[in-house]
C-alpha cells in the first residue's frame, strides 16, 4: 500500500522553527522527485520546495529561500522540511508528494499537515 505521511507540524510564534517529515512506503523512495507544497485558507496552492531523487538538486519558492532547507534520507524513506524564521504568512497546510523521475505529473500525495505562526 503506497503512503506518504506528513507529521511535525503545530503552532510556533513568529521566528520559530519546525522540521516537517514526509514518511514513504509501498513504493521505491530513490526513484521519486520530492516536493512540499503548502495551502493558505483562501490561496492557491504554492510550490515551496523540491528535491531530485537522489537529492543532488533543491529548490525553494522565492517566499522562502533562505530559511526552509528540503533533504531527504532515501534509506529511511523519507523527506524532510526545515523551516527557520518562520513567519505568520507561512501558515498553511502543507503537503509532500512524489514524482517518478521519468513521469510529467504527480504519482503520489499524501494528507498534510498544519502549520500555524501566531502569537
Known amino acids: 500500500q503506497v503512503q506518504l505521511v506528513e507529521s511535525g507540524g503545530g503552532l510556533v510564534q513568529p521566528g520559530g522553527s519546525l522540521r516537517l517529515s514526509c514518511a514513504a512506503s509501498?513504493?521505491?523512495?530513490?526513484?521519486?522527485?520530492i516536493y512540499w507544497y503548502r495551502q493558505a485558507p483562501g490561496k492557491e496552492r504554492e510550490l515551496v520546495a523540491l528535491?531530485?531523487?537522489?537529492?543532488?538538486?533543491?529548490n525553494y519558492a522565492d517566499s522562502v529561500k533562505g530559511r526552509f532547507t528540503i533533504s531527504r534520507d532515501n534509506f529511511k524513506a523519507t523527506a524532510y522540511l526545515q523551516m527557520n524564521s518562520l513567519k505568520p504568512e507561512d501558515t498553511a497546510v502543507y503537503v509532500c508528494?512524489?514524482?517518478?523521475?521519468?513521469?510529467?505529473?504527480?504519482?503520489?500525495w499524501g494528507k498534510g499537515t498544519q502549520v500555524t505562526i501566531s502569537s
Open positions: 509501498g513504493f521505491t523512495f530513490s526513484n521519486y522527485h
Open positions: 508528494g512524489a514524482r517518478w523521475r521519468y513521469a510529467s505529473s504527480m504519482n503520489y
Open positions: 528535491i531530485t531523487n537522489v537529492g543532488d538538486s533543491t
